[in-house]
């Protein structure tokens, strides 16, 4: 295994993957809700940029690539960390993707998932 700073996001969310499996599917709901919540509420926060991390065209374009993998692959993503990382956290998509991961960390209520995300993604 690759020591904590020479992991890049896919080897990180290959890892986590790992650690949670449990967690995965309610974690890739979650996303999808999140996807879906910005959709609906695009004009909204075009104007206002709530919860955009960078420009809104952007935020979209990533939010959308990471919402079509989960359509794409669905349940396989829960049950293949090789999957979940390659899809999920490789290029811009880890963008969306650990934001989702940091808000998704309050939902839930297994603390070591939390401890995990600021371990390996904060």
């Known amino acids: 295994m690759k020591a904590l700073d020479k992991m890049d996001n896919v080897d990180r969310g290959k890892l986590f993957a790992g650690w949670f499996p449990e967690e995965i599917q309610g974690f890739l709901e979650a996303v999808k809700g999140a996807y879906d919540y910005i959709v609906a ?11 955009v991390v960078f420009n ?12 079509a993998a989960i359509e794409k692959h669905g349940k396989r993503l829960a ?8 899809q999920l956290f490789d290029g811009y998509n ?9 808000k998704y960390q309050y939902l839930t209520n297994n603390p070591k998932f939390a401890q995990a995300v600021q371990l390996l993604f904060d």
Not at 41 to 51: L, M, S, V, W
Not at 79 to 86: C, I, T, Y
Request: with cysteine; aromatic share 12%.
């Open 41 to 51: 509420h695009e004009a909204e926060i075009r104007e206002t940029g709530e919860g």
């Open 56 to 67: 809104a065209d952007f935020w979209f374009k990533v939010a959308g690539n990471v919402a």
């Open 79 to 86: 049950k293949n960390q090789n999957l979940f990382a390659d």
């Open 94 to 102: 880890a963008l969306f993707t650990v934001d989702c991961l940091r």
